[in-house]
C-alpha cells in the first residue's frame, strides 16, 4: 500500500466519506436485490432472455455492494489495511468468475432462442423497470466516484465501475425488449442478451484483473475520477 493511502486512512476528514460511501453501497445492494426479483418474475412471464440475464446481474451486482460494505466497515474498525486489500482482491475474483459462469449462460440461452425462435411476450413491467435503472445506476455510478476519489480507494473505483457496467447493461436490455414490443423484433431480445453477455464477460475480466485495471479502463492511474 503506497505512503498517500497510508496517511490517507489516517486521516479523520475520513469518516463522513466512509460512511457515505456506506450509503451509497447499501443503496445498490436494497435496489439491486429488488430490480433482480421483479426482472426475474418478468422475465419468467414474457420468455425474455434478456430480462431473465439482466435480472441475474442485478443479484451479482449486490454481492459485489456487499463486498464493498464490509471493506468500509473493516476500514471503520482499524483493521490491517494490507489485510483489507489482500481480502477484497480474492473476493472481487470470486465475482469474476460468478459473471464468466453467467454470460456463458446468456450465450447458450440467447442462442438456442434464436435456433428454435422463442418469442418472448411483451413486458411493460422489464421496460418500466430498465428506464427506472437506467436512471439509478447512472446516479449512483457518479456518487461512487466522488467518494473514490475523496478516499482515493481502488475498490470503490472499481465498484463504481461495475455500476456504470449496470447502467449499459439496463440500456442494451431496454433495447431488446422495447423492439419486440413496439415493432414485433422478438430476435431483438435475445440478440440484446448476446449484447448484455459480452458487458458482462468483460465486467467479470475487470474484476478478475483487480481494481488496477479498472483505474487504466478510466484513465485514473494517477487517482482521478472515472468518466461514465
Given at each position: 500500500m503506497n505512503d498517500t493511502l497510508d496517511d490517507a486512512l489516517e486521516s479523520p476528514s475520513r469518516a463522513p466519506h466512509l460512511a457515505k460511501g456506506l450509503r451509497l453501497e447499501y443503496l445498490t445492494v436494497g435496489w439491486n436485490v429488488v430490480e433482480g426479483?421483479?426482472?426475474?418474475g418478468a422475465a419468467l412471464a414474457a420468455g425474455s432472455v434478456a430480462l431473465f440475464g439482466f435480472g441475474i446481474d442485478s443479484f451479482i451486482e449486490s454481492l459485489s455492494g456487499g463486498i464493498l460494505i464490509w471493506r468500509l466497515h473493516a476500514e471503520r474498525s482499524h483493521r490491517d489495511p494490507e489485510g483489507i486489500e489482500a481480502l477484497d482482491e480474492r473476493a472481487h475474483k470470486l465475482v469474476g468468475i460468478s459473471l464468466f459462469v453467467l454470460?456463458?449462460?446468456i450465450v447458450f440461452d440467447a442462442a438456442l432462442s434464436l435456433w428454435r425462435g422463442d418469442r418472448p411476450e411483451v413486458s411493460v413491467v422489464g421496460i418500466s423497470l430498465t428506464v427506472l435503472s437506467i436512471v439509478v445506476m447512472q446516479w449512483l455510478a457518479?456518487?461512487?466516484?466522488r467518494v473514490a476519489t475523496d478516499l482515493n480507494s481502488k475498490?470503490?473505483?472499481a465498484d463504481a465501475f461495475q455500476t456504470s457496467a449496470c447502467f449499459w447493461l439496463s440500456v442494451v436490455a431496454l433495447?431488446?425488449?422495447t423492439l419486440n414490443a413496439a415493432v414485433g423484433w422478438w430476435w431483438a431480445d435475445p440478440v440484446a442478451a448476446l449484447?448484455?453477455?459480452?458487458?458482462?464477460?468483460r465486467e467479470g475480466i475487470e474484476a478478475w484483473r483487480g481494481e488496477d485495471c479498472c483505474e487504466q479502463r478510466c484513465g485514473n492511474a494517477q487517482g482521478?475520477?472515472?468518466r461514465q
Open positions: 426479483i421483479i426482472a426475474l454470460g456463458a449462460y457518479r456518487a461512487k466516484r475498490a470503490m473505483r433495447c431488446g425488449i449484447g448484455m453477455a459480452f458487458f458482462i464477460v482521478g475520477s472515472c
